[in-house]
C-alpha cells in the first residue's frame, strides 16, 4: 500500500488519477481496480473511500463543480457575462475528466450532499454571470436565453473537447458566441 494512503491523501491522489483516465480514455475505462494499481494502492483502499464507481464518479463529479464555482466566481465578482461564458469554457478544458462526468446523471449519485451543494453553488454563479445581462439585450422570454445561453457555452466545451474545432480561438470564438446570442454590451 502506499505512504499517501497512510496520510490521508489517498482520496485526493485518487481523484487526480480517475480524471486523468477519465480524460484519455473516458468513464467507461474506469475501474476500481485499474484506478487502485494506477495509484499504488491494495485493490480495497479505493473502495474504502468511495464505496462503488458510483460512488467514485459522485466524487469527482463533486470536485468538478466545486472546480467550476471556483474558476466562475472572478467573472460573477465582475458582472460580466461574456467572462462567466469564457471561464466555462476555460473550465471544461482544463478539467476534461471532471467536465465528462459532471452532466452525466447516469453515473452519479443524485442523493449525494457533497455534489448537491457543489452543483448548487456552481448553478447560483452560472445564474449570477447571466444575471449581469440587461434585460434590453434579450430578445426571448429570460429562462429560455438562460438555457440557451449556458446550451451554446456547453456545446463549445463539449465541441472542443472531442477535437471538432482544431485551432480555434476558444476565448474569441466564446465572446463572439455570447455576444451573436446576446447582442454587443
Keep these: 500500500m502506499s505512504d499517501r494512503y497512510h496520510h490521508g491523501s489517498l482520496r485526493t491522489h485518487a481523484l487526480r488519477a480517475a480524471a486523468e483516465i477519465v480524460a484519455d480514455e473516458g468513464p467507461e475505462a474506469l475501474s476500481l481496480r485499474d484506478l487502485a494499481r494506477r495509484a499504488g494502492v491494495s485493490h480495497a483502499a479505493p473502495a474504502h473511500h468511495f464505496g462503488d464507481r458510483r460512488g467514485l464518479f459522485t466524487a469527482l ?39 465528462a462526468v459532471m452532466f452525466r446523471p447516469s453515473l452519479l449519485d443524485a442523493d449525494d450532499v457533497a455534489l448537491q451543494k457543489a452543483q448548487t ?13 440587461p434585460d434590453d439585450r434579450i430578445r426571448i422570454e429570460r429562462d429560455d436565453a438562460r438555457r440557451a ?24 470564438l466564446t465572446l463572439a458566441a455570447a455576444r451573436q446570442l446576446l447582442g454587443d454590451p
Excluded: K
Design 149 to 172: 445561453s449556458w446550451a451554446l457555452v456547453h456545446g463549445l466545451a463539449e465541441l472542443t473537447l472531442s477535437g471538432a474545432l482544431p485551432g480555434a480561438d476558444l476565448e474569441r
Design 121 to 133: 453553488r456552481a448553478s447560483a454563479l452560472l445564474q449570477a454571470g447571466f444575471d449581469s445581462v
Design 61 to 99: 463529479a463533486a470536485e468538478g463543480f466545486s472546480l467550476l464555482g471556483e474558476a466562475l466566481q472572478p467573472s460573477v465578482d465582475a458582472a460580466d457575462f461574456a467572462r462567466t461564458a469564457v471561464a466555462y469554457v476555460d473550465f471544461a478544458t482544463a478539467h476534461p475528466g471532471h467536465f
